[in-house]
């Protein structure tokens, strides 16, 4: 049995560690890839529990100060695989049979180290005080340690993202091509070589739910909002339509048009500004979220069974 600390300032160490313990303990039940690594070498871990063929996928941290994102996707690992008082394994045991999920915690590994520790850990120290505008303080940084933005790396609309400061920064630079990243190119494969029937990516903050993009009528009143008003329901979380001219380049809006299947970001906790999540906002934080894999989990077992 381990024992998950979400009270604490959670590390790329953390992660490697507890996800190592992890697997380790549950052979039968888990599953640890290294899906690819950052710009300094870090890897990039993702992690399967369940057999299912309906493929959930979550993953969290494309943007280093919302680091509280991996704290939450840790934690629901943890309770699937230990806590039998979780609603939906009492209510369907059979689920992790019909259903796997997929976990990548830390997109950003580079990124939550520059956040947590500072430039100590860097080569690049002198470009990095640079693209932080000679501030020591990057607890508000949200881009890799190439100071470009991760959720602005995607394929789709990619040209015509807005906001763009056309050089690496602490926040928005898009990079000089789409995919250029690792850590994105670790996502985008990992995403490409499966069959993801629902794709979650956690940010904060805000207590908000990007849902459709450009979807047209047809596909989001079908497809998308029957999940989206569940979510949003359970999280109490506010559905957010798109603008007439919405920027593109992140990752929900390059799998909901690309895939046409269910695709959400979920923006936690009340909105805090250009800083890390603070911790004592944690639990109120995983209550508005635990019913969400289970709601999920039970819309793609109902489609199975009509």
């Known amino acids: 049995m381990i024992k998950f600390n979400p009270d604490r300032i959670y590390s790329f160490e953390c992660l490697k560690d507890d996800l190592t313990r992890l697997a380790d303990q549950y052979v039968n039940e888990v599953k640890l890839e290294t899906i690819g690594y950052s710009v300094t070498r870090r890897e990039i871990l993702a992690v399967k529990v369940g057999s299912g063929k309906k493929i959930i996928l979550c993953h969290g941290t494309h943007h280093a100060r919302e680091w509280l994102t991996t704290t939450l996707l840790v934690d629901f690992i943890v309770h699937i695989l230990q806590d039998n008082s979780w609603p939906w394994l009492t ?18 590994p580079d990124g939550v180290t520059l956040v947590q520790e500072g430039l100590n850990r860097f080569d690049n120290a002198e470009a990095l005080l640079k693209w932080n ?89 079908k497809q998308l909002r029957p999940l989206a008003e569940a979510l949003a329901n359970i999280t109490g979380y506010r559905l957010i339509n798109p603008s007439d001219h919405p920027s593109g380049g992140g990752f929900t809006d390059w799998f909901l048009t690309t895939y046409k299947r269910p695709g959400f970001t979920i923006e936690i906790a009340p909105s805090v500004g250009p800083q890390p999540v603070p911790l004592h906002l944690y639990k109120q934080v995983f209550q508005s979220n635990e019913l969400v894999l289970y709601t999920i989990a039970e819309h793609l077992i109902k489609e199975k069974d009509v």
Do not use: C
């Not at 340690?145 to 790396?153: A, E, H, I, K, P």
């Not at 494969?189 to 908000?208: L, Q």
């Open 133 to 221: 505008k000679e501030s020591t303080d990057f607890t508000s940084w949200k881009a890799n340690s190439r100071g470009v933005d991760l959720n602005r790396q995607y394929p789709t609309d990619w040209e015509s993202i807005k906001g763009n400061p056309g050089a690496p920064s602490s926040s928005h630079f898009k990079g000089y091509q789409p995919l250029s990243e690792p850590e994105v190119q670790a996502v985008y494969h990992f995403v490409k070589k499966r069959n993801i029937d629902v794709a979650i990516a956690y940010h904060s903050s805000g207590e908000e739910i990007f849902w459709r993009y450009r979807l047209n009528d047809t596909i989001v009143e």
């Open 91 to 108: 209510i369907r045991e059979d689920w992790l049979n019909l259903v796997s999920f997929w976990f990548i915690p830390m997109v950003n």
